[in-house]
């Protein structure tokens, strides 16, 4: 199965580096509903099914709506579960949603790395 590695519209993108295992997120994602998430969710499991650690970098997303908020807790979730991942969250202070929502999702996994720049 070949692995997507990027996914944009003029709304926004998300691109994997496998050499960096590194997920970045930019522009405004307002997709709706969890069926919409589902392509980027696809991409962010085979990420970690390839890599012993995964940085999500969200530095340039400005908007992220509440479907894609609970996406990124089920992501969260599933990595926990697999217990050996090192996961990395890398998002902005000056972006309001971020310095709420990702300590959040620190919560849900207290070994998560998270780096607000």
């Not at 996914?7 to 580096?17: A, G």
């Not at 609970?70 to 996961?87: A, T, Y």
Request: glycine share 4%; hydrophobic share 40%; charged share 20%.
């Amino acid at each position: 199965m070949e692995h997507i590695t990027e996914i944009s519209t003029p709304d926004y993108c998300v691109r994997y580096e496998p050499e960096t295992a590194t997920i970045f997120c930019q522009g405004f994602l307002r997709l709706e509903g969890m069926a919409e998430y589902k392509p980027l969710m696809e991409m962010m499991l085979q990420a970690v099914e390839t890599s012993p650690s995964l940085t999500l970098n969200l530095e340039s997303l400005e908007f992220l709506n509440s479907s894609g908020i609970s996406m990124l807790s089920m992501l969260v979730v599933k990595i926990r579960e697999k217990g050996n991942i090192q996961l990395t969250l890398q998002g902005s202070k000056n972006i309001l949603w971020q310095t709420k929502s990702l300590r959040n999702l620190q919560r849900l996994m207290p070994q998560l790395n998270l780096v607000l720049l």
